[in-house]
Every structure is written in structure tokens, then in C-alpha cells.
């Protein structure tokens, strides 16, 4: 869906995931991607959509009493030193490289994530499909 709308869809798609701490940022590098954008500007543009997300869901996380900031700010440093290492280095490669890049991270994490839920089944077996009442979903 190009134009406008598509943006919005997007955003919006991606401020919720990334509000619940799901990575929000990876739909929004890949609409803009698929919109034509080059590789490196879409990067730029999906860094510069997390500072407010970002700073919203930390208000509303922190006003809940959920950020554990001992470890949250040792994070923040580490992120803003691979931050400053992955800029480097992405400025020194060609977009076709980046783009091959994120979609090798895509498909690692997509392997991952399927192999986490077969691994769910396998431990939970048929029971992962019953209903809490113990009923069979027949």
C-alpha cells in the first residue's frame, strides 16, 4: 500500500510492536525497504522512529514500576556503543550488502523463533491446544 497510508499503516504497526517490546523497528525497515528506499536511509529513518517510541513506552513502563534500571543502563551504554559501531560500519558498506545483511538477521531470528515453537509443542504436546477448562479441542 503505497503513499500516506501506507505509512501510517506501518507506523502504527511498528509503534505497537515496538511498544510491547517486540521490535517494532523490523516492520518499519521493511515497508520503507519495499517502498524503494535505499537500505541506509531506511536505517536512518527506522533509528530516528525509535527515539520517540522509545521514550513513550519507557514514560509508560517506567510510571508502572517496570524498568529495572540496574540493568537497563548498562544496556543503554552498550547499545549506544554498537550504535555508534553499526553506523561505522554501515556507512562503509554498499546498500545491496546491507540489505542481503537484514535479510539474513530475518531469516536467523525467523529459524529461531520456529524452532523455539516446535520445541513448545513438542514439550507441551496435544496439551498446548486444550482449553483451561481440560476439555480437548476436538
Known amino acids: 500500500m503505497p503513499g500516506w497510508m ?3 499503516l506501518a507506523g502504527a504497526a511498528a509503534g505497537a510492536l515496538g511498544a510491547m517490546g517486540l521490535g ?5 525497515l521493511l515497508w520503507l525497504a ?5 537500505q541506509l536511509a531506511a536505517q ?12 513513550a513506552g519507557l514514560w509508560l ?11 537497563a543502563l548498562p544496556m543503554g551504554v552498550g ?4 550504535l555508534g559501531a553499526g553506523v561505522a560500519l554501515a556507512g562503509r558498506l554498499p546498500g545491496t550488502a546491507l540489505s542481503k545483511l537484514l535479510g539474513l538477521l530475518l531469516a536467523v531470528v525467523a529459524v529461531r523463533e520456529g524452532w523455539g515453537a ?5 514439550r ?4 498446548l491446544w486444550r482449553s483451561s477448562s481440560g476439555g480437548g479441542a476436538e
Open 6 to 8: 501506507g505509512a501510517v
Open 24 to 28: 517494532g523497528g523490523g516492520v518499519l
Open 34 to 38: 519495499f517502498s524503494g528506499m535505499d
Open 44 to 55: 536512518g529513518v527506522n533509528l530516528f522512529f525509535i527515539l520517540p517510541v522509545g521514550a
Open 61 to 71: 513502563h517506567r510510571k508502572n514500576g517496570l524498568v529495572a534500571w540496574r540493568a
Open 79 to 82: 547499545g549506544l556503543a554498537g
Open 118 to 122: 516446535v520445541t513448545l509443542f513438542r
Open 124 to 127: 507441551n504436546g496435544a496439551g
